[in-house]
């Protein structure tokens, strides 16, 4: 197994948050996790904006990875149900506005 990257010195390489795309990537993760566990959000937050090397993100993508996963294969199995429901158990659709309908009033030669 190679060894982490490190900078120059042997020192772990930092994060450059001023990549947009990095800071952007960073965020959504957070974001993800923080929606698999929102019960913990302070925690996730403090955690993933915290992150100060490679391997610090390395680790977090790491750990929280099996747990945005299952909660959105529990989530996608919520929604599947609720489709497989029958109409009868739902209720009853109503719809905001009345159907629009079209009528000619004059034809065109």
Known sequence: MAAPPTAQ?????PLNLSDPWLASALAVAVKAH???AP?????IKA???GLKTV?????YHKDITPIVQKAR???R???????KQPVSQ???VETAQPAATAQVIEKLT
């Not at 019960?39 to 925690?43: E, G, L, Q």
């Not at 391997?55 to 680790?59: G, K, M, R, T």
Request: proline share 3%; aromatic share 2%.
């Open 73 to 75: 294969s529990l989530a």
């Open 90 to 92: 739902i209720g009853v």
């Open 9 to 13: 010195g042997g020192s772990p390489s």
């Open 77 to 83: 199995q919520v929604k599947v149900a609720a489709r």
């Open 39 to 43: 019960a913990d959000a302070a925690n």
């Open 55 to 59: 391997e610090d993100l390395a680790q």
């Open 47 to 49: 955690r993933g904006f």
């Open 34 to 36: 923080m929606e698999a």
